[in-house]
């Protein structure tokens, strides 16, 4: 190997006290590792396998949006040598101008530059061109005399302050109907990321688009009853390095689609008032398989019960009074295997009860033919119980008798005749 086909670029990172070491071959023109510098750390050593002039320097700085950085000042070094760079330059030991370990440090000017484009990343790339007397950065001299090569255009990448770290922005958590296609765009910090899949163990998932970017699953087989989610691991990358690759694991939750078919109606029950416990108020209309009734609202005071297995309600307990409630609306609701859950009101009317007992036998009264208007017939009827009112329901066609709210019967028109 020719000793003139490398040279290295040493980055020494402060703010990270670590050193970085990147080998270039003259055929590799990009690299991809990429060196962080700062305001406190600006300078990239450049180490020849061999000793060389550094000579034309018309370097160039681009920004992660292809935006060339002007930022050249003149310096000098050594004895009538001087060039125009976006850096300075300091050189070690040697044989006269000959060096092979180069200091470039950012020139006040290129870091103002690079702040105001606002970005994060940029490439450095070294002056190469054929056609001038001197084509390239550096020169290598050969010292037996032999003629050397010079050192073709490099492009170097780094960042200011900070790379970023590449992430996945794309949600991981996706659900789809069993059965189902599904479609997804996956989505990255850095849009020119590339995406793999990398873990497929069902063999369900499949990348296609630009960059790969879509994330298809083929839920065509899929049951819910069998798997209710399958798993894909997906790469992004925009380069080497750790920074530039990142990993997620994408979850597709199976829902499930009810195959059976429940049904339930509204209803009218009722009860009468004082009922004991475990009385039967009725069983909801219903249809399907069922597997479960449940009462999810409308029983606060707790007085039903459903069964959950048959669906009859009954009376939980003792307490239900029509003076206090006249009626009920439960909701219940129930469900069936692989059926979608129904619910529906059920409304229970509370039957009133005559709770106090009043009696009238029987009785005889007397009264004169042709007495007159208001004329009490012997005594009030004799009854039991509390009784609030009193009413002729038959035999007064004639309309000769009345009753009162005490019982008392009375003569409400004259023309009374024992004779007819």
């Known amino acids: 190997m ?5 040279f290295i670029i040493a980055s020494f990172c402060l703010l990270a006290l670590s050193t970085q070491t990147l080998a270039l071959d003259f055929t590799q023109a990009i690299k991809d590792t990429t060196y962080v510098l700062s305001d406190t750390q600006k300078t990239i050593r450049v180490t ?4 060389a002039l550094l000579l034309n320097a018309n370097n160039r700085f681009f920004d992660e949006s292809n935006n060339k950085i002007n930022a050249n000042e003149f310096i000098g070094f050594g004895v009538g040598v001087g060039i125009i760079a976006p850096f300075k330059v300091k050189y070690f030991a040697g044989t006269q101008v000959l060096y092979k370990t180069w200091d470039l440090t950012f020139q006040s000017s290129t870091i103002l530059e690079i702040k105001k484009q606002g970005g994060k990343r940029f490439t450095f790339q070294t002056l190469y061109d054929t056609n001038a007397a001197i084509p390239s950065l550096f020169i290598s001299v050969s010292t037996n005399g032999a003629l050397s090569p010079l050192i073709p255009q490099r492009t170097i990448n780094f960042c200011w302050e900070d790379c970023g770290t590449l992430t996945i922005t794309s949600t991981n958590n996706l659900n789809t109907n069993e059965g189902t296609n599904l479609e997804h765009t996956l989505t990255a910090s850095d849009t020119a990321a590339t995406f793999s899949i990398i873990e497929n163990t069902s063999g369900l998932f499949s990348l296609s688009g630009t960059n790969n970017t879509t994330l298809a699953f083929n839920g065509t087989t899929t049951e819910y009853e069998v798997t209710e989610s399958y798993a894909v691991k997906v790469k992004a990358t925009t380069g080497d390095g750790d920074d530039k690759n990142t990993e997620q694991t994408i979850t597709v939750t199976i829902n499930n689609v009810p195959k059976n078919t429940i049904t339930i109606s509204d209803q009218d029950l009722s009860v009468n008032e004082n009922s004991p416990i475990n009385a039967n108020v009725g069983t909801v209309d219903t249809s399907g398989a069922i597997t479960n009734y449940t009462i999810i609202n409308g029983n606060n005071a707790g007085f039903f019960k459903i069964n959950a297995t048959t669906g009859q309600i009954q009376v939980a307990k003792t ?8 009626s009920y609306t439960l909701t219940i609701k129930i469900t069936g295997t692989d059926a979608e859950g129904k619910a529906a009101k059920i409304t229970i009317t509370i039957n009133n009860l005559k709770e106090s007992t009043i009696t009238i036998a029987n009785q005889t009264r007397f009264i004169d033919e042709n007495s007159a208007i208001g004329t009490n017939i012997d005594s009030s009827l004799t009854t039991a119980g509390v ?6 329901v038959s035999g007064n066609n004639d309309g000769f008798f009345a009753i009162n709210n005490t019982g008392q019967i009375q003569i409400a028109k004259l023309g009374l005749d024992h004779e007819t």
């Open 2 to 6: 020719n000793i003139f086909n490398r």
């Open 387 to 392: 009784v609030t009112s009193f009413a002729i």
């Open 319 to 326: 307490g239900l009074d029509y003076e206090t409630t006249q």
């Open 48 to 51: 020849l396998d061999d000793y």
